[in-house]
């Protein structure tokens, strides 16, 4: 069974850094396609980075230069950080992984950020 | 970015009875491999969304006979074929052939 657990979200002031995580189990987060994919409270999805097995990364643009997506292949391990947020990235973020580029087959629970001062 | 635009926002369906959600992307959908890469998702309250249908008409496991999608170019559609009260929720399109967008979603209730 695949599972995905994210963690790290809090409240965090404009301008401010946060790093979040999201520990697979089931599934080989370095040998696959894993995002963060994430939803304001009460609005859409946005897909938010993606990396690819081999390495490359992509971003949304309104966060390029901001957030930095990496993983861990010991701890199996996938990574979001986030620096210079903004209250529009105040959101839920779901990490999401699959065989197959630009999709999403299995789903974490998310971990809430919330940008405030 | 392609807009993703979907209709309607909100559907009210009787248990028992079909229900279609349509999807229009800004710009076609197919790959330059020839796949369209068109994804359906559905969320239900609290919860994580699931995937339903990628590449237009494919199941994923699990997945009731009962929703099926089709639709080719830039104009998709998710068919329910006989509601049942699980299908309560947001259905959302959604296009991998650029970088990945939404569509706004369509609530879905009984």
């Known amino acids: 069974e695949v599972r995905l657990v994210e963690s790290g979200g809090g409240l965090v002031h404009p301008g401010g850094s946060l790093r979040l995580s999201c520990e697979a189990s089931g599934f080989t987060v370095a040998t696959n396609y894993m995002s963060w994919v994430r939803q304001p409270p009460g609005k859409g999805l946005e897909w938010v980075s993606i990396?690819?097995?081999?390495?490359?990364?992509y971003y949304k643009d309104s966060v390029k230069g901001r957030f930095i997506i990496s993983r861990d292949r010991s701890e199996n391990t996938l990574y979001l950080q986030m620096s210079g947020l903004r209250g529009e990235d105040t959101a839920l973020y779901y990490c999401?992984?699959?065989?197959?580029?630009?999709?999403?087959?299995?789903w974490g629970q998310g971990t809430l950020v919330t940008v405030s001062s | 970015e392609v807009v993703m635009t979907q209709s309607p926002l909100s559907l009210s369906v009787t248990l028992g009875q079909p229900a279609s959600i349509s999807c229009r992307s800004s710009?076609?959908?197919?790959?330059?491999?020839?796949?369209?890469?068109l994804t359906w998702f559905h969320q239900r309250p609290g919860q994580s969304p699931r995937r339903l249908i990628y590449q237009v008409s494919y199941r994923d496991s699990g997945v009731p006979d009962r929703f099926t999608g089709s639709g080719s170019g830039t104009y998709f559609t998710l068919k329910i074929s006989r509601v049942e009260a699980d299908d309560v929720g947001i259905y959302y399109c959604m296009q991998g052939t650029y970088w990945p967008t939404f569509g706004g979603g369509t609530r879905v209730e009984i």
């Open positions: 999401a992984g699959d065989t197959v580029a630009n999709n999403a087959d299995y």
């Open positions: 710009q076609s959908l197919v790959h330059r491999d020839g796949n369209t890469f």
């Open positions: 990396v690819y097995p081999d390495g490359n990364t």
